[in-house]
């Protein structure tokens, strides 16, 4: 699988890589023949080039060219029917060389946390100090930035020591912004339904590292001036 999540998180989607073993009627014949080359250029298509066999042009080329292409359309519909039972859902189906592994090739992942916004709101705050909604996601988003970059984040996971390169990550972008809940969930901010949706964008995280980046935002808003 393409990430992993800590325990008790749940990922919306996931990416997986894996190997099948199909029948022929799973592929779609390709085209055997090909375009013979011209004034010493690469062989490609043109309508007033010879055509040539497959095998040839495979020759010519150096490279394979192959009879059959996977029918990804079709394989997902079997799938899709395996698991009709399954709150699971196939989204797409993509086909890659056999070397391929979806763990070592991703490059970034995006990960969503969700939490009340109460719970950037100082307990002792006057009531004429209040931030206002708008005003407090200006001020998270502040904090945000200061994530973006190489970091070194060995204070946010556990058993890590500062000097192990792995404690380094790449963060992207973070932001926050409103999560509409449609009377889902009851916080409220002044009477009216308010929760928050960070959305962090990064090359990869070690444990604990999400949970405690948001954390750190809740504590520097609850014991820091506006």
């Known amino acids: 699988r393409a ?10 989607i996931n990416g997986v ?7 022929d009627d799973f592929g779609v014949k390709q085209a055997s ?7 010493g250029e ?7 080039r010879e055509q040539i066999p497959n095998e040839e042009l495979t020759k010519e080329t150096g490279k394979r060219q192959p009879r059959y292409r996977l029918d990804t359309d079709k394989l997902l519909k079997t799938i899709r029917s395996l698991f009709s039972t399954s709150p699971l859902t196939i989204y797409s189906i993509k086909e890659v060389a056999g070397h391929f592994d979806i763990r070592q090739a ?3 992942r995006t990960y969503c946390y969700v939490c009340p916004l109460f ?4 307990n002792n705050e006057k009531p004429e100090d209040k931030l206002s909604v708008e005003q407090t996601l200006e001020k998270i988003n502040r904090l945000c930035k200061y994530y973006l970059g190489t970091r070194n984040y060995h204070n946010y996971s556990s058993g890590i020591k500062a000097k192990d390169p792995s404690a380094k990550r790449y963060m992207l972008s973070m932001r926050c912004e409103l999560f509409p809940t449609e009377g889902i969930l009851e916080e409220k901010w002044d009477g009216a339904p308010c929760w928050v949706r960070f959305i962090l964008h990064g090359q990869s995280f070690i444990y604990h590292q999400i949970r405690k980046m948001v954390g750190m935002i809740m504590q520097v808003c609850l014991f820091s001036e506006p």
């Open 17 to 23: 890589s894996c190997v099948f073993s199909l029948k």
């Open 106 to 108: 991703v490059k970034t």
């Open 3 to 12: 990430a992993r999540t800590d325990k008790g998180v749940h990922a919306l």
């Open 42 to 48: 690469t062989a490609e298509k043109h309508e007033d």
């Open 119 to 122: 719970l950037f709101e100082p």
């Open 33 to 39: 023949i090909g375009y013979s080359k011209a004034n």
